[in-house]
């Protein structure tokens, strides 16, 4: 049976890879609501309604899980994870404490009029609210990234009685790595919310929805898929070089550099073997790993061997980051494609429209393979250089963490299956409502009906 270290991380693994997906979606998803009512206000063009009312319940939906799941997590710092809190308590605590406020107090409040105020406030506060409430998911993801970066890169404390107290708070919140990784999540939101907006209106193009509100969706989405994809290239690039700086031996696990040297070559594919310390069937190209890095053909970069005792597990490192990067790529090379098709002949292909349903959700796999290399490639730290993983883990008993994951497992399964049968089921449904209804033209101050509204505007 493994043992109560184990099965924690295995735990917490399942936790805040079940939680993350959520607001992976959301933070971006709010500014698409505000995106669609702002154009709305400006235009009084009932299609950008429809699109607001069919993306706030999606969003609604994500919104209920992402906090749900969150909850659990914080139980597991009291439960798995005692000497967490007991060591880094007076950084962890209040950080963690401005985003619940920040969550509950703001994103929760103005929440509510967002969903069910829209018929009740005028439609500059409705607008107010759907903009505060994406700025409430924004600062939210803000200070987790804070703290999550400063786990990686503590800085602005001392250690008093091996208890960590914050000395200079500008210097805990913006950390070394904390702008890279707030922008690089910042943008993996955006790309995972285009996708899924993207996605979405091309699975209702596929069932016959002829109506303008999924043409324009996916318009919207692949436009800020096209932008963003190589600006997460771009942004990639530079938290590569900050942590080449401040963690090498993670650096080293992601190229499967055992050897430290000069002329590395970019692995695309090789099996490591820790026991060896040697890799199987390298695929490289020669110096370009050196180039990224250094910006230098003969630049050195640090091998493994240098950490003989303090580096990562290599394979789950060096595996997920080619997910992550492969996933990247392709979305790429999507986006850019659908976004030509549709400029150049007004649609997308069937068989392209098919490919973006599939990839709805593939900013998930990236999102996740990322989460899993930064986090896996600090081990054996918790908070680098400060408390390892084994000074932070609970000393209950292994059969207590089984019973409690395997709780987990089977919850976040079934919740997992109703969120996407849920989803697309309210795809379907989109697909048959009529294109006018009074409903949603009850605010509508234009005097034209929507294809009226395109033979005077074009």
């Not at 997906?21 to 698409?32: D, N, S, V």
């Not at 107290?165 to 500008?170: E, L, S």
């Not at 979305?331 to 490919?355: N, P, T």
């Not at 989803?423 to 006018?436: C, G």
Request: aromatic share 14%; proline share 4%.
């Amino acid at each position: 049976m493994l043992e109560t270290e184990m099965l924690s991380r295995i735990q917490f693994a399942l936790n805040i890879s079940f939680h993350i997906l959520f607001p992976t979606i959301t933070i971006a998803l709010c500014w698409f609501l505000v995106f669609f009512k702002v154009r709305y206000d400006q235009t009084q063009h009932p299609v950008w309604m429809r699109a607001y009312r069919f993306w706030v319940k999606v969003f609604a939906l994500t919104f209920a899980l992402g906090v749900v799941s969150g909850i659990t997590m914080s139980f597991q710092f009291g439960t798995n994870w005692p000497g967490y809190m007991e060591k880094v308590g007076n950084i962890a605590g209040p950080l963690l404490g401005y985003e619940v406020l920040t969550a509950f107090f703001l994103e929760a409040t103005f929440l509510g009029i967002m969903l069910f105020g829209m018929k009740k406030v005028s439609a500059k506060v409705h607008t107010f609210a759907t903009i505060v409430v994406a700025i409430g998911t924004t600062l939210s993801a803000f200070w987790i990234l804070s703290l999550n970066s400063w786990m990686h890169t503590p800085t602005g404390f001392e250690i008093r009685d091996g208890v960590v107290f914050p000395v200079d708070w500008f210097a805990v919140i913006f950390n070394p790595s904390f702008p890279y990784r707030f922008f690089h999540m910042m943008i993996a939101s955006g790309l995972t919310a285009s996708f899924l907006v993207a996605g979405l209106s091309a699975y209702r193009l596929l069932l016959g929805d002829e109506k303008q509100a999924p043409k324009l969706t996916l318009k919207v989405g692949l436009t800020v898929a096209v932008i963003l994809a190589p600006l997460q290239a771009f942004v990639g690039d530079l938290h590569g070089l900050n942590t080449f700086e401040h963690q090498p031996q993670k650096v080293a696990a992601m190229e499967g550099a055992w050897e430290t040297g000069t002329n590395a070559p970019l692995l695309l594919f090789a099996i490591p073997d820790e026991e060896t310390r040697t890799n199987s069937y390298e695929l490289g190209i020669p110096n370009l790993a050196s180039w990224i890095l250094t910006h230098k053909a003969d630049g050195e970069i640090k091998g493994l061997n240098d950490f003989i005792d303090n580096h990562p597990p290599v394979k789950p490192v060096f595996y997920g980051f080619r997910v992550m990067v492969g996933m990247g790529l392709l979305m790429i090379l999507v986006a850019w494609l659908a976004r030509f098709q549709l400029y150049k002949q007004q649609k997308v292909s069937k068989g392209l429209l098919k490919v973006l349903v599939w990839m709805s959700f593939s900013g998930w796999i990236a999102t996740l393979a990322g989460w899993y290399v930064t986090e896996i490639g600090r081990q054996p730290y918790l908070v680098s250089g400060i408390l390892t993983v084994k000074e932070a883990v609970t000393d209950i008993a292994a059969e207590n963490v089984v019973i409690s994951l395997t709780m987990y497992v089977v919850v976040y399964l079934c919740l997992l299956v109703a969120y996407l049968h849920t989803i697309f089921l309210l795809a379907k449904r989109a697909v048959k409502v009529e294109e006018f209804e009074n409903e949603e033209l009850t605010n509508v101050t234009s005097p034209y009906r929507e294809d009226e509204w395109e033979n005077n505007h074009v």
